[in-house]
């Protein structure tokens, strides 16, 4: 898990990675869903949720 802190002492480069990797790890578990080799469900929902605090992140430092 991802704590919103730790991301705020990233800066932006680092921030747009983050996003990109959770992203395509979301799209993963999203097709390990759907072919029915998902093995933690939970997973999928942490993924989104981390994924919201990068972007959150994200545009807090854009509109400051």
């Known amino acids: 898990m991802l704590k919103a802190a730790d991301l705020r002492e990233l800066d932006r480069d680092e921030l747009l990675e983050r996003e990109r990797e959770l992203s395509q790890q979301l799209f993963a578990l999203r097709l390990q869903k759907v072919t029915g080799q998902l093995e933690s469900p939970a997973k999928v929902q942490q993924t989104k949720r981390d994924l919201a605090r990068v972007l959150t992140?994200?545009?807090?430092?854009?509109?400051?």
């Not at 992140?57 to 854009?62: C, I």
């Open 57 to 64: 992140v994200l545009r807090d430092k854009k509109a400051s």
